[in-house]
């Protein structure tokens, strides 16, 4: 079962068209990217799952129902844009948040001292959090979203504000969330995490759903078909003569030549290595398979 199955969803606002006619489907305890250029319609629809406003057309199933204003309960939230009130002691919000979401003051308490810990914040429990800097609050706000242990976990850009230590702290809780089965969405431009984190993802552009499924059938799917062999040779080799491929770039190297090979789809690695190995000294062999990178921009553009 889906944990979230959003049906042809519309959102306008006035004359302007935010969603149109938009259908995710969002499995349980996956990492779904949801990616898209800015105001494409993403945040539009992480509002309406989280109950902030409603579509004008569609529907929007929480594990196989309707969803309703009370399945909130069960949401974590955190917005690309940050709000915590800054006059109030670090600790204190932390706890007044961690009880709106329903949780016993001493349960969240003990909680959030471990998390303050885990996060290496602890010294800053009674400080005011107009004292922190960019990255400390946004650890306070992810350990706040997260306390609670919800079953859908929604981040917007979680890793605004981190330096590379941190990124990958909140990228090991976000995976051992995802083992123990909370689903993900995340919504970032940071290709390079989508790749890292995601296992599924929707693109959306211009209010309207261009492609989604799987990481790596849309990367194989948006690929060229091509291999990159690296081989031993003093000459170059005639791959020409071998009517399975289609040389695309032949290079020298310092110890021998870099081929990049047009091959048929549904030839397999198996068939080209066979029809090569008994004619070149083979170093390495891969699959070109592109980068979520130049995906997002060449459908974008």
Known sequence: ????????????????????????????????????????????????????TIPDEGEILFNGSAIKPSDVEYIGYLPEERGLYKKMKVGEQALYLSCLKGMDKGAAIKELKAWFVKFGIQAWWDKKVEELSKGMAQKVQFIITVLHK???????????????????????????????GTSIILSTHNMESVEELCDNIALINKSKLIISGSLDEIRRNHGKNEVEVIYRSGAPYKFDNNRMFNLALEEETSDGYRAVLGVDRHTSS????????????????????????????????
């Open 150 to 180: 919800p079953s859908l976990l929604i981040l917007d850009e979680p890793f605004s504000g981190f330096d590379p230590v941190n990124v990958q702290i909140v990228r090991n809780e976000i995976l051992r969330m995802r083992s123990e």
């Open 270 to 301: 198996a068939e080209i290595l066979r029809s090569l190995v008994t004619d070149i000294d083979i170093v390495s062999y891969r699959e070109l398979i592109p980068r979520m990178n130049d995906i997002f921009i060449k459908l974008v553009s």
């Open 1 to 52: 079962m889906d944990v979230i199955t959003c049906k042809n969803v519309v959102k306008r606002f006035n004359q302007f068209t935010a969603l149109d006619n938009v259908s995710v489907s969002i499995p349980k305890g996956s990492i779904y990217g949801l990616l898209g250029p800015n105001g494409a319609g993403k945040t539009t629809l992480i509002r309406i799952i989280n109950q902030i």
